[in-house]
């Protein structure tokens, strides 16, 4: 059975802390992971990571993929209580359907 | 402006009833995708449609019934079967062959009393 597993679950810092956020997963048929951010109803894509070992990163947002040990990381660096949200991870499946499979998510709250 | 509507925002249902939510885009995207969420868990996939006049299960199909006439409209039906109805519903569409990235949105509340 296909999984997609986050961790932490929920995770409280304060602003300017910088924090990591874990995605792995085990699926047949691989073809991305991508992250979103959820901060209230509908969530946002951040990243779509395809290759091994290849940073993407937006501001204080990075991320990276590892095929090999079928994992992910995000990691946000200086947080802001604007980045309080819960992150999802997903794995999207090598077919012509889209279809993804999520994780539980990480709930991140930051303090001022 | 182009995007994903959806509507009721918030919906209130007796038990024994039925519900349809609407999902509407104009991204002329042609994957569309319905989602349920759980306190505390992820996105877990009710049905998908890859093009007009077709669709299929997803991990959590029973209870649910949905249709797709047109392009932008995929219409979620919670039929009275639906054991657990109360959830938050969100509707996604992406481009699959060209990104996968999906696009959502603002998703519907269902409470039943």
């Known amino acids: 059975e296909d999984k997609v597993v986050q961790s932490p679950l929920s995770l409280v810092v304060h602003e300017g802390d910088t924090v990591t956020l874990n995605c792995s997963y085990e699926v047949t048929n691989f073809r991305s992971l991508l992250w979103y951010k959820q901060e209230k109803k509908a969530p946002t894509f951040l990243f779509m990571l395809?290759?091994?070992?290849i940073e993407k990163k937006s501001g204080r947002l990075s991320s990276i993929l590892d095929k090999k040990e079928l994992f992910s990381i995000l990691n946000i660096t200086a947080t802001q209580t604007g980045d309080s949200a819960i992150y999802l991870c997903?794995?999207?499946?090598?077919?012509?359907?889209?279809?993804?499979?999520f994780g539980d998510g990480t709930t991140l709250t930051v303090k001022p | 402006d182009g995007g994903i509507t959806q509507s009721p925002k918030y919906l209130f249902r007796k038990e024994g009833q039925n519900v349809t939510l609407s999902c509407e885009q104009n991204?002329?995207?042609?994957?569309m995708y319905w989602y349920r969420q759980d306190p505390g868990q992820g996105l877990r996939l009710i049905y998908y449609s890859q093009i007009v006049n077709d669709f299929q299960k997803g991990d959590i199909a029973e209870g649910y019934s949905v249709s797709r006439e047109k392009k932008e409209s995929f219409p979620l039906t919670v039929t009275s079967a639906q054991k657990n109805p109360t959830a938050f519903y969100l509707c996604?569409?992406?481009?699959?062959?060209?990104?996968?990235?999906?696009?959502f949105g603002e998703g519907s509340r269902l409470t039943v009393l």
């Open positions: 991204l002329n995207h042609d994957a």
């Open positions: 997903a794995v999207l499946y090598n077919t012509n359907a889209g279809k993804s499979t």
């Open positions: 395809t290759s091994s070992g």
């Open positions: 996604a569409s992406s481009t699959p062959g060209l990104t996968g990235e999906l696009f």
